[in-house]
């Protein structure tokens, strides 16, 4: 959580309001989710609540441009090396995702 509390406050120095989303998922959810084609597995950091999804906002609207989370990315990536961003997967791009690797 100390992670998730320094990117926050990051956001918070530039100017920019992050909220909150999903910390847990339980498992029943996550299938509901692969179900729908929100995911693409089972296996996610938010069943192991190693994840969190953060909503940017600019102009008091949220954004889901990838882009848009790019600094905040690249910012949770150079904390330390075990914390992955989700606009960076390769199959899957997912801009509101922050997870730490185990």
Do not use: C
Request: zero cysteines; glycine letters at 10%; aromatic letters at 14%.
């Amino acid at each position: 959580m100390k992670d998730v509390a320094l990117l926050v406050m990051w956001a918070d120095r530039k100017g920019w309001y992050v909220t909150g989303g999903e910390l847990h998922r339980p498992l029943k959810l996550q299938g509901m989710y692969l179900e729908s084609g929100k995911t693409r597995t089972l296996n996610s950091k938010h069943t192991k609540r190693l994840a969190i999804d953060l909503f940017l906002f600019i102009n008091g609207e949220i954004t889901w441009n990838v882009e848009d989370y790019r600094k905040l990315g690249e910012f949770w990536e150079s904390i330390r090396p075990e914390n992955k961003w989700g606009g960076h997967f390769k199959n899957f791009t997912d801009g509101v995702h922050f997870q730490r690797n185990e």
